[in-house]
Structures are given as structure tokens and as C-alpha cells.
Nanobody
């Protein structure tokens, strides 16, 4: 099972930016649909953004549209989530996930078979 791992979380103030990185353990990330999920304390894990294998389709939840940008560099087996204009409600553990079996981006976490350990993003008011 190929693994993914996130990095780049931290503590920032409202309005600041952060860039999360997701890297695959082996050189096959280009065959996977990638997505970012997040889970705030006491809440369910929610889909944030997803990107198709060749970046032809990218989708976001409404609350991050215009603020977050998802991209990938298949040559480097890496995906990125650029987060700008961060808000306190963006505070959560952010998870990178990979779906190696489908070519479409799904918002259901059950579709993803590889998960990172999560990276904490905390936005202070």
C-alpha cells in the first residue's frame, strides 16, 4: 500500500497563509486522485478539495473557494494546498488522501484508501 504524508501545518493568525504539502512514499502519485480533508474538534471529517490525476478537474467546498488552491506536481509525487485568507473556522487537522482505483474526484472519504497522519492547522482570531 502506497503511503502519503502531509507537512506544512502550523499556528497562524486570521488572514495569514499556509501551504500544505502531501508527498507519496513511492513514485506513483500520478496514478491517484488526490484530496484534502479536514477534521475540527467535535466534528466529522469533511472534504475540502480534490484534484484529478492530470489536474484537469479541481473542486472545492464552498467555504474555501477563492481562498484555497489545490495543485499537484506529478513529477515530484507531491500535491499542495495553498491556503490564503485563513479564518479561525479553518482550524482543523488536515489530511491528505489518495484514491488509486478511480479516475474521478469523490467527496466521500470512504473512496480514499491511503491517508496521511494529518497536520494541524490552527488559526487564531
Amino acid at each position: 500500500q502506497l503511503q502519503v504524508a502531509e507537512s506544512g501545518g502550523g499556528l497562524v493568525q486570521a488572514g495569514d497563509s499556509l501551504k500544505l504539502r502531501c508527498a507519496a512514499s513511492e513514485g506513483s502519485l500520478h496514478t491517484a486522485v488526490m484530496a484534502w480533508f479536514r477534521q475540527a474538534p467535535g466534528k466529522e471529517r469533511e472534504f475540502v478539495a480534490g484534484i484529478s490525476r492530470r489536474s484537469l478537474f479541481i473542486t472545492y467546498i464552498d467555504s474555501v473557494k477563492g481562498r484555497f488552491t489545490l495543485s499537484r506536481d506529478n513529477a515530484k509525487n507531491t500535491a499542495f494546498l495553498q491556503m490564503s485568507s485563513l479564518k479561525p473556522e479553518d482550524t482543523a487537522v488536515y489530511y491528505c488522501a489518495a484514491d488509486w482505483t478511480s479516475s474521478t474526484v469523490k467527496r466521500d472519504a470512504r473512496s480514499y484508501t491511503s491517508w496521511g497522519q494529518g497536520t494541524q492547522v490552527t488559526v487564531s482570531p
